[in-house]
């Protein structure tokens, strides 16, 4: 079987077609897919506590470090302690922040509804089937 013709292969391929399309709109505002992907994860108003960020977002929370640590520093984002638990730090967008994210939300929605105005309803609907079906197979873990 070539590579080409595995279902991972073009996933992965399909998924760093839109990474790189999203990286060089967000490139226009001082941004990248990654961060714009955060952004739209965190609550406007309550915050995110940031233990739930990664998990939110289908990554460890660890590999967010990095970002989280930039958006801070752009004043993007700021960290504040949980007022009913201390030991939990909630995520919050700054104004800047709120402004990348509609940025970002505006971009997304753009997106999905060019695929869904040039691809028929059902076959979007079969996607997300099977989809939901891989993943359903992955976390059952019992493939190897």
């Not at 989280?68 to 922040?97: Q, S, W």
């Amino acid at each position: 079987m070539k590579p080409e013709e595995t279902i991972d292969f073009t996933i992965r391929s399909t998924w760093h077609k839109i990474a790189r399309m999203y990286n060089v709109q967000a490139a226009e505002y001082g941004v990248s897919m990654a961060t714009g992907m955060i952004l739209l994860n965190i609550d406007t108003k309550k915050g995110t506590p940031s233990t739930k960020l990664g998990p939110k977002m289908g990554m460890e929370s660890r590999s967010l470090s990095r970002p989280l640590k930039m958006l801070e520093e752009n004043g993007i984002i700021y960290r504040e302690a949980d007022k009913n638990d201390g030991r939990m730090v909630r995520i919050f967008l700054t104004e800047l922040g709120i402004e990348k994210r509609d940025l970002s939300k505006y971009k997304v929605l753009k997106f999905n509804h060019h695929l869904r105005k040039n691809i028929p309803e059902k076959d979007i609907d079969h996607f997300f089937k099977v989809m939901n079906e891989i993943n359903e197979l992955i976390d059952k873990n019992n493939i190897f």
